[in-house]
């Protein structure tokens, strides 16, 4: 599942713009999810929801039920925003956590694996040839959507449906080099060798890989660039002839 949501910001008193330090009895309004778009990897449909178009409620509910189902979620800053604000929302309205999922958050891959000038989603879209986030203008579009503006939430659903699209282009380019990505042959219960990262079947040798008492046949996924090792050692060092580290 690729998922993003639009949240609305906190409503606070405060005496002045600067170096502010805003107390509990300061809140007015302490934010909540507006709306989320959300599509399966692979279907042409993006899926939204709103609290304009839906009471809160159906809203949190209904992608309580798309988490609840995924295998795992696709995102950009999702681990610390996105789904913590979700998890909260679930709470306040009693639902039980959905069934665990594998979280993959494209911004840490951005972040560990590049150094790009800037890591936002809309940046690292256009640097990878995927397109550009929906222009609007800004901050008014959300205090607009706020007051219940119809042509505000037509512009709001499609900047939030245009995120999911882009999502998953730029998912597919950093495919490769994403760390610790699921793996989709268990997903897919392939009965023959596949990258574990796209499930494709088409994989060239390409050497060895080595561990301290191991050697594994080397792959290289033709389709999505990912590297693999067979599941089984070709060698192992007998035990007799292993040497440990001397702490001494």
């Not at 178009?53 to 925003?81: C, P, Y």
């Amino acid at each position: 599942l690729l998922a993003d949501l639009e949240s609305a910001p906190l409503s606070v008193y405060t005496w002045s713009l600067w170096d502010q330090r805003v107390a509990l009895n300061q809140i007015i309004d302490s934010g909540r999810t507006m709306c989320w778009a959300a599509k399966w990897l692979g279907d042409k449909k993006v899926m939204f929801d709103s609290e304009k178009q839906s009471s809160h409620l159906d809203m949190i509910t209904r992608v309580h039920g798309l988490l609840d189902e995924a295998d795992a979620v696709v995102s950009w800053n999702g681990q610390k925003f996105d789904i913590p604000v979700l998890n909260k929302e679930f709470l306040l309205k009693g639902l039980p956590p959905p069934a665990p999922y594998k979280q993959i958050d494209l911004l840490k891959t951005a972040r560990r694996q590049f150094r790009f000038p800037s890591n936002k989603l809309d940046y690292v879209a256009q640097a990878l040839g995927c397109g550009s986030k929906t222009k609007h203008k800004g901050f008014e579009l959300w205090v607009d959507c706020m007051k219940g503006d119809d042509k505000a939430w037509q512009m709001m659903e499609r900047y939030n449906k245009q995120d999911v699209i882009l999502l998953e282009k730029v998912y597919h380019k950093l495919l490769p080099w994403i760390p610790n990505h699921p793996n989709v042959s268990l997903y897919n219960e392939a009965e023959t060798p596949c990258c574990t990262n796209c499930g494709s079947s088409n994989l060239q040798r390409r050497g060895l890989s080595h561990t301290k008492v191991s050697t594994y046949q080397r792959f290289q996924c033709s389709d999505c660039g990912g590297w693999n090792k067979a599941r089984v050692a070709e060698k192992t060092t007998s035990r007799q002839h292993l040497l440990v580290r001397d702490n001494g």
